[in-house]
């Protein structure tokens, strides 16, 4: 039977300790909420604003489960000083404070030292082994966002706390499948493709999936943001298996999400601004290792609106159990003066013909999906 310290043995990584403690102050008892009120503050049962930024939900056990960045006030809240914070409801309007389940090191020597930077953190089940397997964007303190390795941590529960694995950069030494190795690798002149081939490709913003067969993907900014890379995980997901595809080459996407509907494949990704928002894009395959097609920008709103994504980044599209069909597009409103001020941009997706379309909504609830 595979376990977490069985994977972990596998990954000879030693058992990361726990040293930080959450220390949130509740203030007065929050009030039930019962709809979704976008970029408005958003309490959990503690009366406290969900800090869960960039994060992702995961399904189980017919309980949600928010993982997102921590985040604390001013310039440092832009990098990892506490850790992955994870929240947990059962309707999706009200969430209780899991606290920290991935927790930054004191440790000068490890990778996720406190300071270092953990973004878009998602956790995936695995049927098999019985493990939760989060990964997220690692870059080692100190070097801005030149490391461009995805972090790896496991848990044998859905509240961890979650243990350090390791970090990667995606598949060293293997060539994508739909671009093997070129015959000249210096014409045409060499690209970061070709460049980290030996050490691995980047991987920054990234998302998870998981198929209806049990295969997972992970799905992340690569080349240096230029080109998204599609990579299959291990039967254990905790680690790529060696078959990728680079998609979107040099389109210059961010903030991959993706959800399948009627078959097919959909993403819904941000141009790269940093901070600042920019217009979505979204896209369309038959298979999920491509080709892809865009659809365009999926918003309709203002000029500014559809401009700036709602003023907000897309982090994750969660289908609404129970609901068929029913799948909600979470984005972030970045703070970055502020980052613990950072609000939530939850829409549902609609469709214009088989485009999934975002339209901006002050408050709504999952009725929506009724009508
Ligand atoms: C945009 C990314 O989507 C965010 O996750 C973060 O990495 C910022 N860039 C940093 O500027």
């Known amino acids: 039977m595979i376990n977490a310290a069985l994977i972990m043995n596998l990954w000879q990584f030693p058992l990361m300790a726990c ?60 990098r990892a000083q506490v850790g992955v914070h994870c929240y947990s409801s059962s309707d999706l309007y009200n969430w209780k404070d899991e606290g920290i389940v ?11 030292v406190k300071d270092c930077i953990i973004e878009r953190p998602k956790v995936i089940y695995n049927g098999t082994t019985g493990i939760f397997v989060m990964w997220f964007h690692l870059e080692f303190k100190g070097k801005g966002y030149n490391t461009a390795r995805s972090g790896v941590a496991i848990s044998d529960r859905a509240t961890g706390p979650y243990q350090y694995l390791g970090s990667t950069r995606s598949n060293p030494r293997i060539w994508a499948e739909n671009a093997p190795e070129p015959d000249n690798k210096n014409q045409p002149p060499p690209n970061t493709y070709v460049r980290d081939h030996a050490n691995g490709q980047m991987s920054r913003d990234m ?6 067969d049990g295969t997972a993907y992970h799905i992340y900014s690569s080349e240096d943001n230029r080109t998204l890379q599609i990579a299959q995980l291990t039967d254990d997901y905790t680690k790529h298996n060696g078959r990728y595809v680079r998609s979107l080459v040099n389109g210059s996407n961010e903030a991959p ?6 078959r097919k494949y959909y993403l819904i990704t941000s141009g790269c601004t940093m901070w600042s928002p920019n217009a979505a894009r979204s896209f369309v395959a038959d298979n999920i290792m491509g080709e892809w097609k865009s659809l365009g920008n999926p918003c309709r709103g203002t000029d500014q609106q559809n401009k700036t994504t709602f003023e907000s980044q897309g982090t994750y599209i969660l289908p609404v159990s129970g609901k068929p069909g029913a799948c909600i597009f979470m984005a972030d409103r970045w ?6 001020d950072g609000s939530y941009i939850w829409l549902p997706i609609q469709w214009e013909g088989d485009k999934p379309v975002l339209k901006w909504l002050d408050e709504w609830s999952l009725d929506f999906f009724e009508r």
């Open 335 to 340: 703070q970055p003066k502020n980052p613990i």
């Open 19 to 78: 040293a930080l403690l959450l220390s949130t102050s509740p203030s007065t008892q929050a009030q039930t909420q019962n709809s979704f009120k976008p970029g408005q503050g958003w309490p959990d049962s503690n009366g406290v604003h969900i800090n869960a930024h960039g994060g992702g939900i995961l399904l189980y056990d017919n309980i949600y489960y928010w993982f997102g960045e921590h985040k604390i006030e001013g310039d440092a809240g832009n």
């Open 102 to 112: 991935l927790h930054v090191s004191d440790d000068a020597n490890s990778e996720i």
């Open 257 to 262: 999400a993706i959800f399948k509907h009627n």
């Open 207 to 212: 998302a998870l999936f998981v198929d209806d």
